[in-house]
Structures are given as structure tokens and as C-alpha cells.
């Protein structure tokens, strides 16, 4: 795979983080410009990054961009500088509530934020570097791990965008994707369009396109009979939260459609990296689940698409128990048919 | 229930079929006028006037208009007249292929067109006008047969668009609700959005709105997490054509939906008039599932939600086995666990 091959969903100018504004995809290719955390944590809670290990990163980019504004503003005073960076820290925690990688990246710089004396700005970048190329690496190796398990002509099914907008890299669930299609192994690639944000019309089917890799978009409603029919022989998504069991909180609709391929013999493969995971988490019933304003699925750009304050229930993550899912890819191994023992197997190596 | 209550999806003015455009809704009420069987095939076609008992009706109409229009050529020509009425005929049969309500109403006036003399057009108007009552009345029938089913406190989740507009009365799954409502029985009801042509979103959601019936609206992948939270008793839905074995056909997403339903212990309730059965067909396998263009899912409204071309599967039905159906309510009475017995059992009943 040629990283020239995708955008990236963001980028260090030097100066500032650039994200590729995921809202105004596919019409548009726009990075927007965030020159400190509260721009950072703003396009978070407003899904210009969205994708667990994207917005664990954007997060961590904030945090450099607060210890660099508050260096200017406090000069060496480092009390005042802690307590203000950790101010923003808190404020980029709160962006979203599900995905646990902005946790998990926060939790890695905060040693250095509380050393004595703290890191110097210049060296929680040069962490924040390593932690970016460290993920992409990460995306490279479960891509291989996950398209190796894999049989020639296989049929794949994914939900919502798990690519390169998503990650740091080649992505997770679409990396897997693109790395099997690098192998040829691709017998037919289904994105379900993923309301009601349409990361899979909007993202996917953008990412795919450009990949050259064929596939054809379905509505969520149209899985059953794409399963029924056997057309699928995997189903392969990425994850928001995986608990120390191995229950996954992930995009609203994979529980429905690990349900279906369990009922139809699909198996179903979850690929996230180690921080994706949150061991702190006896199961998926602790995983706090974002709910989102009815808008999103009563209007779409401004425009209605029902009548006038029709009320909604917009929960957008699900949690899918860990005895549907065959296996989990991770950076540092697979965990097959998961549960407490294979998480905290995986999680104690090195 | 007040049948002033609701718009009704079709109404004859004497001269010609007027069918509410439910494209338009819930943006505009506005009755488009049909004056020869090609316009109604094209309504039909272009989904203006939807759901199975209305289309079969609107079917039925449209022979009223060609009969009507080709005595005028044609005169007292029986011969001639036949054949150009059985010429209409097989266009209205052929402007959607899954409802078999289209084919029933048909069916039900062909031995008019066959008769020797054939029968006047105010007598097959008659005819139609009869039938039209008498789908009104299967509708007040079904809805209180449903309701009677439902316990105090019941939380229904519905899909797509089975109200008045989708039918001759009060509607089929929707009028069960309204019945429900009506007696004081429902606990919550949930409506699905219902993709690619948000049936839910714009038609339900309207009329449940309209009758006064606090809903919340869901996209179909929220569903698995409804049904997981334990906050769904019944699922009810309609359908557009039910095999001799219970198999049905209905939009597509029921069958996702009844999967959730019997993980998750609810039960599967589907309303629909006994024109909706199809006994030539030995099983589900046998019923035609139209699939519509790429289009419907790719964009909205002429604007675009994928990146242009992007190639998408689009069925527009599904197929739900009848093991997972507990209820099928009709006007003639209940199918109970449906079976190739209960549906023979049923449809001997005069």
C-alpha cells in the first residue's frame, strides 16, 4: 500500500493541526485550520475528525497546542501552566463521550504534563510524533493480520468509515480491507451507508473510489437480505470502546449486524488498536453511549426530512456482546473468539 | 377513530383518481389528478401513491379511467374495447412487481372485462368503489383485531409507512396503532425511519403527528439497541405479499427487524388484508423483489449523499420467514405461528 494512496484525516503543519473536515466530504476536500485546543476540541464534538483513533490523536495535538500557548502566555511559572494545560486537557476529554482513544492518548501525555519539571513544549510534540507514527504502523500491521485471515474470494461487509479519515493511517476495518484487496483477495466489498451520518456514503464510499477498490453501498435495512441471500462471508468494523470481556461499543447498527451474521454463518471480525480497549471495564453495559441531537436524523444539510420537531431517539453507538465476534485484530496480535482472558493476554504484552 | 382524521392516499372525483403525492409530503399536501390508466401506472411507478392496498386500488381506478375512456373511442366495440382495456390492465399489472395487491385487485375485476356483454364502466366503477369500501372496512377490522392483541403499557416498534396513506382507511400496521392508541394501550411506539425512501421519516412520522401520538423516530440501526435496552414488546408491520407457507414479503429491513425481535423476545405482529396473499407462491423464495435504482440510495432530493456513481445495491424488499412472524392480523381474522395450514385455514373463510 502506497501512503500517498489516501488523504490523511489530519495533519501537523508545524504549527498548527490541519483536519480534513469529514462534514463537508464528499463535495468538498477542505482541511480547517485549529491553532488551539479549543478549536481542537470543538471539531471533535462536532465531527469534523471523527473515527476513534483520528480524534485520540486530534486530542493529543491539542494538548501541544495548550502546552505551547500557555508556555507564551506564563513564561516558566509551571503551576499556572499545569493547571491551565490541564484545563484544556479536560475540555478535549469531553469532545465525545464513547470512543476511549481520546482518553487513552490524553492518560499518555499527562506524565509529562505533571513531571517536574513538565516536558518542555517541543518535547510533548516529539511524543505526540511518536504516538502518530506508532498508530500508523499500527493501522499497516492489523491490516496484514486481518486481510491474512482472509480466504481468497472473500465477501466482505463494513459498516460505517473506518479508513484513513478515521485513523492515523491506511485505517482499521478499511485498512484490512484495502490490504486484502491489495492481495486480490476481495470477492465483493458491501459499505452500508451508516445513518444517519452516512459515514459509509459520504467517507467509505469516497476512500473506496479512490482505492479503485469496486464495492457497492447498501442501506442498513438491506444487510438482512444481503446476509439471508449468503452473500457475506465477513463482517469487518472497526471499535469506539472494547471492555475488558471483549464487549465492543462501536457505530449505531454493528450490533444488528453481528446479529445477522451470526444468524447466517458470516464471521465477524473487529479490527482497533490497543488503546482502543478499556480495561478499566468489567463489559459493553459501562460503556457510556453518545446520544446525539434528533437533527441529525430529522434533517439532513439544513433540509427537513420530517415534519417539523419530530422527536427522536438518536443513540449513535451500539454495543455488540463479545460472543458474536470471532475475532479481534489489534497491533499486537489477534484475539480469537475474545473474551476477559484473551483481552488481558493481549493487553499484558509488550 | 374519526375518518376525518387522516389524509386519505386516494379518493375519486367522479371524473378522475386524485392520489395525495406522497413524494412531496411532508413538505406539501398536494392531490395529483389522474385521468387515464398510463398516469396511474406512472403514480404507481414513480412511487406518488405507495403501499400495498393503495396501489392495488389506485390499480383498480385505472381500470375505471381506461374502460371508461376507450367506450368513448371505441363505442359499443366489444372486441376492440377488451383488448384495449386488457392492454391497460397489463400496464398498471407491471408498474411495481412485489405487491401482489395490484395483481389481486386485477384479478378481482378481469371476469367484469371478460363478461359478455363486458361491463358498462359505471358498473366496474361500481365495482371499485365497493371494493374500496370494503378495503376501508378490512382496515377499521384489522386495527381493532391488532389492538385487542396488545397489552396495556404495549411499545410498538413500527416500518416504513402502513397508514391511511399506504392503504384504503385507517391503514394496516399503523391502523393497528391508531386503534391502540385510541384504547389507551401504548406504552411507546417507535417509528423507523425506514431507508432509502424515508417512508418512516416522512409519512409516519406526519401522520402519527398528525393523530396526536407521541413516537420517537429511529433509524433502523438503532433498532438492535432498542430491542437489546428491552424497550420493544411487539413489532408491527404490513406487507406486500405473504406466500401460501407465511413467508412475507415487506419493505425492506423487516426482516433485520424480526431477527432482532425473536433475540430479544418481542413479538412480530403483521397487519394486512387477505388481497395481500399470494397462494400460487409455495414459499418466500418465490415472491419478486423489485430493486430500484442506485439513485434512491446515492441521493436526496437530486442532491448528492455519495460521490457521484457510486455503485449501490438497492431491493426494496425483503423476505421475512414465517417462523418468525407470531401474528399475521387480517380482516377475516388471525393466523396464529404462521403456517401453510393457518394461511389455507384462512383464506377458505368467506
Redesign the interface.
Known amino acids: 500500500m502506497n501512503a500517498a494512496a489516501f488523504e490523511p484525516a489530519l495533519r501537523w503543519t508545524g504549527e498548527a493541526l490541519e483536519v480534513l473536515d469529514q462534514r463537508r466530504l464528499?463535495?468538498e476536500t477542505v482541511y480547517l485550520r485549529l491553532d488551539d485546543a479549543a478549536a481542537v476540541a470543538e471539531a471533535i464534538r462536532g465531527m469534523a475528525v471523527r473515527g476513534a483513533p483520528a480524534i485520540g490523536l486530534a486530542a493529543a495535538y491539542g494538548v501541544c497546542l495548550a502546552a505551547r500557548h500557555w508556555s507564551r502566555v506564563l513564561g516558566g511559572q509551571a503551576g499556572p501552566w499545569r493547571t491551565r494545560v490541564a484545563e484544556d486537557m479536560a475540555r478535549l476529554a469531553a469532545s465525545r463521550p464513547t470512543a476511549v482513544n481520546l482518553h487513552t492518548a490524553l492518560a499518555q501525555l499527562r506524565p509529562l504534563i505533571e513531571a517536574e519539571p513538565p516536558a518542555a513544549p517541543e518535547d510533548l510534540l516529539a511524543a505526540v510524533s511518536r504516538m502518530h507514527d506508532r498508530l500508523r504502523e499500527a493501522d499497516r500491521a492489523m491490516a496484514e493480520a486481518g486481510a491474512a485471515r482472509l480466504a481468497p474470494g472473500a465477501r466482505v461487509l463494513t459498516h460505517c468509515n473506518t479508513g484513513a479519515l478515521a485513523s492515523a493511517g491506511c485505517g482499521t476495518a478499511l485498512g484490512v480491507i484495502r490490504a486484502a484487496h491489495a492481495r486480490g483477495l476481495l470477492g465483493a466489498v458491501?459499505a452500508?451507508?451508516?445513518?444517519?451520518w452516512?459515514q459509509g456514503?459520504?467517507l467509505t464510499?469516497?476512500e473506496l473510489?479512490r482505492a479503485g477498490i469496486?464495492?457497492?453501498?447498501?442501506?442498513?435495512?438491506?444487510?438482512?437480505?444481503?446476509m439471508?441471500q449468503g452473500r457475506v462471508d465477513w463482517l469487518v468494523v472497526g471499535a469506539d470502546r472494547i471492555a475488558a470481556n471483549g464487549d465492543v461499543a462501536n457505530?449505531?447498527?454493528t450490533?444488528?449486524l453481528a446479529?445477522?451474521a451470526r444468524?447466517h454463518g458470516a464471521r465477524v471480525m473487529v479490527v482497533a488498536p490497543t488503546d482502543t480497549f478499556d480495561p478499566t471495564l468489567d463489559s459493553g453495559a459501562a460503556i457510556p453511549?453518545e446520544t446525539r441531537a434528533?437533527e441529525e436524523?430529522?434533517t439532513?444539510?439544513g433540509?427537513?426530512?420530517?415534519?417539523p420537531?419530530?422527536?427522536?431517539?438518536?443513540?449513535v453507538f451500539?454495543?455488540t456482546p463479545a460472543e458474536l465476534i470471532d475475532l479481534i485484530v489489534t497491533e499486537k496480535g489477534v484475539i480469537e473468539q475474545p473474551d476477559r482472558a484473551g483481552v488481558a493476554r493481549l493487553l499484558a504484552l509488550r
Open positions: 464528499p463535495a458491501y452500508t451507508e451508516t445513518r444517519p452516512l456514503a459520504r464510499a469516497w473510489g469496486p464495492f457497492q453501498l447498501v442501506c442498513e435495512g438491506a444487510c438482512g437480505a444481503l439471508q457505530k449505531i447498527g450490533y444488528t446479529v445477522l444468524r453511549i434528533a436524523l430529522t439532513l444539510a433540509r427537513p426530512l420530517a415534519p420537531g419530530t422527536p427522536a431517539w438518536n443513540p451500539d454495543v
